[in-house]
């Protein structure tokens, strides 16, 4: 689960300063490597195996959101659902509600900076491709390869360094644990009218829900600026209301 892309560019634009980066650890002899799919099926078992993880079709998280050091704080409600359908509405103290949409070739943003807004050319293509449900579990969905790139310390511990590749995309820079296997940082690139913007995701706190692991804390990293999901709630398979992925009248 990713801060959804198109609120971490605005909210830089809006609050831009200079990239605040996690230093990578220096090691000695490069050790021996496992292979992607090694190192993505231990991941897919972390998590509670493709099986488990397969059989739901939509997910809806709600939780609290922080931004520091500007001090912004709100809630936060998410809706994943299969093949490719995401709905985020994020309601900020002072600031008001944004709204960010995809569903299946279509893609939108709603919010009081920049009013209602539909995506089209990259920048759509990378929405679809965020909103594929099926990523957190068959990364061989999300990206045309991957590859090993090596061994860097986060948080203090050893992680494979992994490169997504996506076609006419910007790669991805996955982390996974070496001792876990769960995914503890992902270094990616968004896309906007604006220009583009590099962030650093760091999940955390995995708990089990309906047998599989989900990140119940997920800090990002941005020019100037840090943003924190707390995980409230997880549902699995309810209802999906097609209200929430109407565009705004």
């Known amino acids: ?18 990239a605040v980066a996690q230093k990578a650890g220096e090691g000695g002899a490069k050790p021996s490597l496992p292979s ?11 998590i509670g195996g493709r099986e488990a993880n397969a059989k739901f079709k939509s997910r809806v998280t709600t939780g609290k959101v922080s931004f520091s050091p500007i001090g912004l704080s709100g809630t936060y409600e998410q809706l994943a659902a299969s093949p490719n359908r995401s709905a985020l509405r994020m309601d900020l103290a002072g600031v008001g509600q944004f709204l960010d949409v995809t569903d299946g070739g279509i893609s939108w943003a709603n919010d009081p900076i920049q009013g209602f807004r539909q995506r089209s050319g990259k920048e759509l293509e990378q929405q679809k491709n965020t909103a594929l449900f099926a990523r957190t579990y068959d990364l061989n969905a999300a990206y045309t390869s991957l590859e090993v790139k090596g061994i860097e310390q986060v948080n203090g511990s050893d992680a494979y360094v992994v490169i997504g590749k996506q076609t006419g995309l910007p790669d991805d820079t996955i982390y996974f644990d070496v001792a876990s296997g769960l ?25 089990e829900v309906d047998g599989v692991k989900i990140p119940h804390k997920i800090r990002s990293v941005i020019p100037n600026m840090e943003v924190t999901l707390t995980v409230d709630k997880v549902e699995h398979d309810a209802a999906v209301s097609e209200e929430k992925f109407a565009r705004p009248k």
Not at 183 to 207: A, H, L, M, N
């Open 1 to 18: 689960m990713k801060l959804n892309k198109y609120l971490l560019m605005l909210l830089a634009l809006v609050f831009s300063g200079s």
């Open 36 to 46: 992607a799919s090694e190192i993505v099926a231990k991941y897919v078992a972390a």
């Open 183 to 207: 995914i503890v940082r992902t270094d990616s690139t968004s896309i906007s009218p604006q220009g583009e913007i590099k962030t650093q995701s760091f999940p955390s706190d995995y708990r």
